[in-house]
C-alpha cells in the first residue's frame, strides 16, 4: 500500500553523502548487500557520483522506486536495486549499473533511507560530506548522461520528468 510518507519522504530521514572507502569496492558493496539482508526495508545504494546531477534526482529515484515496489511493477529484486534504474533513467539493470553504479571507493555517493544502516557502513568511510552539488556540477553529469535540456526548463522539472518516462521503458 503506498502510503503519504512514501511520496513525501522527510527529507530529514534520508542520507545521502558523497563519500569515499579506503577498501576496495567489492568489499564495501558485500558490507552493503549483508546490511542490506539484514534490514529488508532498508534502501541503500552507492551511485558514480559522475551520474548523480542532484539530491532531487536521487531522493524522485527512491520515490520512484517505493511506488514500483507498492505496485509491484518492480523490474528489481528489491528497492535499492530498483533505484539504481530510476536514477540511470533505464529499466535495464546491467544499463543502470554501468551507467549509475560506483564505480570505484574513492570517490561515490551514498544513499540511504536508514539511519542504523549508514551508522553500520560509516566505520568503513574514510570521508563524508553532505552532497550538495553546484548547478554547474549538475549540469556537467546531465550534458554527460546525454540528456538535453531546454533553457526555458528547470534542471530539476526536468530530470523528475526523466525518471517518470523512464517508468515506460521496455
Do not use: W
Not at 26 to 50: G, H, M, T
Request: aromatic letters at 6%; charged letters at 30%.
Amino acid at each position: 500500500m503506498l502510503t503519504e510518507k512514501m511520496l513525501n519522504p522527510n527529507p530529514h530521514s534520508l542520507i545521502i553523502k558523497k563519500a569515499s572507502c579506503a577498501e576496495p569496492l567489492q568489499d564495501l558493496i558485500e558490507n552493503i548487500s549483508r546490511i542490506r539482508k539484514s534490514d529488508k526495508k532498508c534502501v541503500l545504494q552507492v551511485f558514480d557520483p559522475r551520474a548523480i546531477a542532484t539530491r532531487e534526482h536521487l531522493i524522485a529515484s527512491y520515490i520512484e522506486a517505493k511506488i514500483s515496489f507498492s505496485e509491484k511493477t518492480a523490474r528489481a529484486g528489491d528497492p535499492s536495486m530498483e533505484m539504481l534504474l530510476f536514477a540511470a533513467m533505464t529499466r535495464q539493470i546491467s544499463a543502470a549499473i554501468k551507467i549509475a553504479g560506483a564505480k570505484n571507493s574513492e570517490e561515490f555517493i551514498l544513499f540511504t533511507d536508514s539511519k542504523p544502516a549508514f551508522e553500520r557502513l560509516r566505520s568503513m568511510l574514510t570521508s563524508e560530506t553532505e552532497f550538495n552539488p553546484s548547478e554547474k556540477d549538475a549540469l556537467a553529469v546531465v550534458r554527460r548522461l546525454g540528456i538535453k535540456v531546454g533553457r526555458s526548463t528547470s534542471l530539476t522539472n526536468f530530470l523528475l520528468e526523466r525518471i517518470a518516462l523512464s517508468r515506460l521503458e521496455q
